[in-house]
């Protein structure tokens, strides 16, 4: 096959997938005791990477790293080569081809990415996929493969055969997609079961590529998650753990607090109970060669072996003497429970320098300084405080990474000449494509805040700043007064920085 045509015609909204950072499934596989290679040397394969929205940051903010993209949409292909070209970046490159035809003088990398492609293919490639796995990975290397589980999928199987069936031979895609919308505004008033209704309402808000491609498209098979790891098992390959958000871990422990090999399988048996209780309906695996060292359920003991970083606001009077339940919101409106008194000292320590990391003897000493600074005196429990950790960190309340992979080049400041890297003012230049932060997460950016990132080369000073924007809206009938683009101006600045997008020059 020589493109994929539904791809050419609607391609996948190519986002930077934070789940995907090799420090974060470095971190993630240390905690189920595999040491993982150096994220910021490693090689790194992405399969179905699309235009590389995902891939190049990583390259990016890893230099010595080398990454290699395989995309079969010819037009996505080509988009993401030509962006890399622009960008003059030499440690990536994007193929275009099947993943399940790759030479094998490709050689074996550190991480494999593949994200939302194993449950959209064939069967055959989904073999390809895990072989390329197999024959591919570095000795210690690990692999990230997402795919659809049938345990939550079954309940949505109506309305993909009902959008299906009612668009069928509407083409090409993006008129299928408009037809699917219209019948998904009948099934609203059809259908009564409120989980089918909850889905349809989200995906009249959801991205075209993502309704088309999961709802719209020939291949979207939901496996039981045991069946996936025996998959992985004739592929020469074990399940590490899970690189997704958790609400509940599995704890499996001998008398000795020793995991031996004999209870993996009673491990597997409850991921696939938490499967059937939760009605998962994604997993994100994390996947190591058979040989590799046994896994094992994570262990909260490793957490002094990683840093973390967090993006959090409390929207009430922290409460810092008790253990009383709180909530704190992430950027995507996410909202966290926390009660543990050191926990929440200790998000609020993480937010405070976003979007560096602490490892875990500064978080420690972090956690002490804030409660000095409020005053707070009294005994702390250690083994709750990372009892809660935990369980933060399996939520992605908390991000983990290891420590020494944070980069030093991000500005505090604006400074008097702000100065964006040039991946971010490439993207915010490039229609088609989001702004990323350095931690890998999209940024919400309106047309003029798109505007004026591409102006921060580090030549212009704020009132250049607010000349340029001046001119900028004026060319849309807007006008509106110095003070006020100033206060705007300074507000998204502050937003970049906080987002590492700035850089400090000087460094
Ligand atoms: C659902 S999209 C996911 C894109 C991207 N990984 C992401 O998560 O944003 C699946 C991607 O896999 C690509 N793909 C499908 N079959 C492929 C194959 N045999 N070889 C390479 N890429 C393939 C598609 O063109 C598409 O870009």
């Known amino acids: 096959m020589d493109t994929l045509a539904s791809y050419d015609e609607l391609p996948y909204d190519s986002l930077p997938l934070p789940e995907t950072q090799p420090d974060f499934l470095a971190a993630v596989a240390k905690l189920h005791g595999f040491d993982s290679p150096d994220p910021s040397r490693a090689r790194i394969l992405e399969l179905g990477c699309a235009q590389g929205g995902n891939l190049i940051p990583l390259a990016w903010r890893w230099p010595e790293s080398d990454c290699v993209g395989v ?28 993943l399940a035809a790759l030479p094998d003088d490709l050689g074996t990398f550190d991480y494999i990415i593949a994200h939302g492609v194993f449950s959209w293919v064939p069967p ?23 795919f659809n589980v049938a345990a939550g999928w079954t309940a949505l199987q109506p309305l993909r055969e009902a959008l299906l069936a009612r668009t069928a031979g509407v083409a090409p895609a993006p008129q299928r997609y408009a037809a699917a919308r219209a019948v998904l505004d009948q099934l609203s008033r059809e259908w009564d079961d409120p989980a089918l209704l909850d889905e349809i309402a989200y995906l009249k808000t959801a991205a075209p590529s993502y ?21 992985l098992d004739t592929h020469g390959l074990r399940y590490v753990g899970e690189a997704g958000p958790r609400r509940a871990v599995v704890e499996l422990e001998d ?23 939760f009605a998962t309906r994604f997993r994100r695996a994390l996947i190591a060669r058979a040989d590799a060292p046994c896994a094992q359920p994570p262990q909260p003991d490793a957490l002094s072996e990683l840093a973390f970083y967090a993006d ?12 009383s339940e709180q909530g704190f919101v992430n950027p995507a409106g996410n909202t966290f429970i926390v009660a543990d008194v050191l926990a929440k000292a200790a998000l609020i320590a993480l937010s405070s320098v976003y979007p560096r990391a602490l490892n875990y003897p ?24 990372k009892h809660a950790w935990f369980s933060l960190v399996s939520s992605h309340c908390v991000m983990s990474t290891l420590p020494g992979q944070t980069a030093t080049a991000a500005a505090d400041e604006p400074g008097s000449h702000p100065h964006a890297h040039a991946l971010a003012r490439l993207q915010a230049a490039t229609p088609g494509w989001v702004v990323s932060g350095m931690r890998h997460v999209a940024i919400d950016l309106d047309a003029p805040a798109r505007a004026l990132l591409q102006w ?16 900028y809206l004026a060319a849309s009938n807007i006008v509106l007064s110095p003070e006020h683009l100033a206060q705007r101006i300074d507000q998204q600045l502050w937003q970049l920085v906080r987002q590492g997008v700035c850089i400090d020059a000087g460094k």
Request: glycine letters at 6%.
């Open 312 to 323: 959090l606001a409390c929207d009430e009077e922290l409460d810092l003497e008790h253990d």
């Open 362 to 385: 500064d978080l420690i000493a972090a956690i002490h300084a804030l409660r000095d600074e409020f005053g707070v005196t009294g005994d702390v429990d250690a083994a709750c405080f």
């Open 124 to 146: 055959a490639v989904q073999r390809a996929l895990l072989e390329v796995c197999r024959r591919h990975l570095s000795p210690q290397g690990v692999a990230y493969v997402s």
């Open 71 to 98: 995309e079969l949409s010819r037009v996505q292909a080509e988009a993401g080569a030509a962006f890399i070209k622009r960008l003059g970046l030499p440690n990536v490159c994007i193929v275009h081809g099947d």
């Open 456 to 471: 921060l080369d580090g030549s212009r000073d704020q009132s250049a700043l607010i000349e340029a924007m001046q001119a």
């Open 255 to 277: 008398a000795w607090g020793l995991i031996p090999e004999s209870m993996a399988e009673r491990w597997l048996d409850a991921e696939r109970a938490l499967d059937d209780t």
């Open 211 to 231: 309704l088309f491609h999961e709802y719209l498209t020939d291949c979207n098979a939901p496996m039981p998650f045991g069946e996936f790891a025996a998959q």
